[in-house]
């Protein structure tokens, strides 16, 4: 599967933005979507998952209760709703795919498929 992530940019400390990330790829209603991110110097983490149905979802306790991972199966569509933002969050976002919701609980390592990142910069 392919993924374009997008949406990315600069807001203020408080503020809100939506990241979306579109698939291509004829098994994207049966995969595993999360969304992670990077600061500048740290490594990959985790931020959020959805399963193939839409019907559980999983957080870094670091966005839980900000942030909303959705999906849309019709446009093969996975959303980040980020809310409250802080300066912390800034970073290079990256959505991803993999058939085991497991494995982008556990991820970044061993998540198969990756968008280009989208860079989210929140100033205080």
């Known amino acids: 599967v392919q993924l374009q992530a997008y949406g990315g940019g600069l807001v203020q400390a408080g503020g809100s933005l939506r990241l979306s990330c579109a698939a291509s790829?004829?098994?994207?209603?049966?995969?595993?979507l999360g969304w992670f991110r990077q600061a500048p110097g740290k490594e990959r983490e985790f931020v959020a998952a959805?399963?193939?149905?839409?019907?559980?979802?999983y957080y870094a306790d670091s966005v839980r209760g900000r942030d909303t991972i959705s999906r849309d199966r019709a446009k093969n569509t996975v959303y980040l709703q980020m809310n409250s933002l802080k300066p912390e969050d800034t970073g290079v976002y990256y959505c991803?795919?993999?058939?085991?919701?497991?494995?982008?609980?556990?991820?970044?390592?061993?998540?198969?498929?990756w968008g280009q990142g989208t860079l989210v910069t929140v100033s205080s």
């Open positions: 790829g004829r098994t994207f209603s049966s995969l595993a």
């Open positions: 991803a795919a993999d058939r085991g919701f497991s494995a982008i609980v556990g991820g970044p390592v061993g998540v198969s498929d």
């Open positions: 959805i399963t193939g149905s839409g019907g559980a979802t």
